[in-house]
């Protein structure tokens, strides 16, 4: 079946720096790919829309420049905490739907950061 | 702006028992709808995809529903096993977003 491989399965960083996340599509391309939050106990909210090659699509409440989305390739697409502080510690889960279309979407196994 | 709610949020149950999770939708103009598990600190496992055509899907112990003009969908377990103790999301696809519900979480009682 289709895979999404998230990169790194668990990060610790010093507050102030920044974090890139990792997610590609194994074995299928990905026009679109769904980044998501979940802070403990809670569901997991939808932060952006990434589409390969064009600027990514923010929810409300997301700040784009804190959180930096590339879509530079079919397979690949990454988030970076930018300047990460205690408060964005949670875990990522990215999410990436077959360029042929259809459904479902394939869910990577999430990051878990921390920020200390 | 759809938003997705689960019932109950939490709930516990002795290891045999049936039992049915509820997920409610706003906005009926889904294109499909999809049941998961989540296990602490780990990511999600489908369980279940019923698309807007389909009323009801069903693998193994597991059978899930979906009345999209009512906005809503069940997930059914039966013969209910420690195993099954996870957190259990459901989530609708429309409008080119996937948005989750609030989660239930399940215990199952030896």
């Known amino acids: 079946g289709a895979v999404v491989s998230q990169h790194p399965s668990w990060v610790i960083c010093k507050s102030g720096t920044s974090v890139k996340i990792e997610c590609r599509s194994l074995d299928f391309q990905a026009t679109t790919m769904f980044w998501y939050r979940q802070f403990p106990k809670q569901s997991l909210m939808l932060m952006a829309t990434?589409?390969?090659?064009?600027?990514?699509?923010?929810e409300q409440g997301v700040e784009k420049d804190k959180f930096l989305i590339n879509h530079a390739s079919l397979t690949l697409s990454t988030l970076t905490v930018t300047s990460a502080h205690p408060e964005d510690s949670s875990f990522y889960i990215c999410s990436a739907r077959d360029l042929r279309g259809g459904s479902p979407l394939h869910f990577g196994n999430g990051t878990r950061l921390t920020v200390t | 702006k759809q938003e997705v709610t689960q019932i109950p949020a939490a709930l516990s149950v002795p290891e045999g028992e049936n039992l049915v999770l509820n997920c409610s939708f706003t906005d009926s103009a889904i294109y499909n709808l999809q049941w998961f598990r989540q296990d602490p600190g780990k990511g999600l496992t489908s369980l279940l995809l019923?698309?807007?055509?389909?009323r009801e899907q069903t693998s193994g112990r597991l059978n899930a529903s979906l009345d999209k003009s009512s906005g809503r969908s069940t997930l059914y377990i039966a013969a209910s096993q420690p195993g099954d103790s996870a957190t259990y999301l459901c989530?609708?696809?429309?409008?080119?977003?996937?948005?989750f519900g609030t989660g239930t979480r399940l215990t199952i009682i030896p």
């Open positions: 019923i698309q807007s055509s389909q």
């Open positions: 990434s589409n390969e090659g064009s600027k990514a699509t923010y």
């Open positions: 989530a609708v696809y429309g409008n080119e977003k996937l948005t």
